[in-house]
């Protein structure tokens, strides 16, 4: 039995619901202070570790991109979320690309040449065009996916000569910041970085236009610095659980509730 597809939490609903209008808040607050309109960026809500109920909250609230780290949590929940956009923000490995082509309308992480090749292999035999973002590791932060800065380019060319992708843009995670710092200035050099990489890219194909950049702690720096898309978690749907959401995992809807839940 699926406690998930039935249950409905209309307190963990109010919850998301003010969460969700604080973070459009702040986006349209960046935007204001950067001259940008508030429809110019996408909101993808984050869901890793939650499960479908949270997810089909945030849809009905008008948050139509959600997206989630790990291939397997992404085909575990995306058939009880209907009408979802999924997106892969997480690192893809390449035994994994299969399982990702038509069930992700984006794929954030592409990082490496032989990425690139498992994915337009097996976009090619599925018939589908994968639309795709290149990752740069904007700090050269061995813990964060990722290719060097100065490959940006490069990766780019070898991903848009392969007929079943679309390379539409970049993507970024900047590296932790230090305790005591202020993320959204600790991540503002690296997310204008990799909107000057995203400027040299589109001039040469100007198909390249989105820059995938912002979470919880330093969306404010992204969006003032041209990203189109903010993956948002933590902010909208609360504190991570221990473990990846998987069918039949107790804590998956009526068991775990969120932290504060008075009842
Ligand atoms: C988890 C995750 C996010 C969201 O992070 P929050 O800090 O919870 O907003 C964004 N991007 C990627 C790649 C993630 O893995």
């Known amino acids: 039995m699926s406690v998930d597809a039935t249950t409905h939490d209309a307190t963990?609903?109010?919850?998301?619901?003010?969460?969700?209008?604080?973070?459009?808040?702040?986006?349209?607050?960046?935007?204001?202070?950067?001259?940008?309109?508030a429809s110019a960026v996408v909101l993808i809500g984050v869901t890793k570790t939650h499960p479908p109920s949270v997810a089909r909250t945030l849809v009905t609230a008008g948050v139509g991109d959600l997206g989630e780290a790990r291939v397997g949590e992404l085909l575990a929940k995306a058939p009880?979320?209907?009408?979802?956009?999924?997106?892969?923000?997480?690192?893809?490995?390449?035994?994994?690309?299969?399982?990702?082509?038509?069930?992700?309308?984006?794929?954030?992480?592409v990082d490496r040449h032989s990425l690139i090749d498992e994915l337009s292999r097996r976009a090619e035999s599925a018939g589908v065009v994968q639309r795709i973002l290149v990752q740069v590791n904007v700090g050269d932060?061995?813990?964060?996916?990722?290719?060097?800065?100065?490959?940006?380019?490069?990766?780019?060319?070898?991903?848009?000569?392969?007929?079943?992708?679309?390379?539409?843009?970049?993507?970024?995670?900047?590296p932790l910041p230090p305790d005591d710092a202020d993320p959204v200035e600790a991540a503002r050099p690296h997310f204008a970085l990799l909107r000057r990489l995203r400027d040299e890219a589109r001039e040469r194909w100007p198909e390249v236009t989105h820059l995938?950049?912002?979470?919880?702690?330093?969306?404010?720096?992204?969006?003032?610095?041209?990203?189109?898309?903010?993956?948002?978690?933590?902010?909208?749907?609360?504190?991570?659980r221990p473990h990846a959401w998987e069918p039949g995992r107790s804590g998956s809807g009526a068991v775990a509730r969120p932290e504060g839940d008075p009842r």
């Open 12 to 37: 963990a609903d109010r919850t998301i619901a003010a969460r969700l209008r604080t973070v459009r808040r702040r986006i349209e607050a960046a935007c204001d202070r950067a001259g940008r309109r």
């Open 80 to 109: 009880h979320v209907p009408d979802a956009r999924w997106h892969l923000v997480g690192r893809l490995q390449s035994r994994k690309a299969r399982d990702v082509i038509g069930e992700a309308v984006l794929v954030h992480s």
């Open 141 to 174: 932060d061995p813990a964060k996916g990722g290719c060097e800065v100065d490959g940006t380019l490069d990766l780019v060319a070898y991903a848009r000569s392969r007929p079943n992708l679309a390379v539409e843009g970049l993507m970024t995670m900047p």
């Open 212 to 240: 995938s950049m912002g979470m919880s702690a330093d969306l404010e720096a992204a969006v003032e610095e041209g990203a189109t898309m903010v993956r948002v978690g933590t902010a909208l749907v609360g504190p991570r």
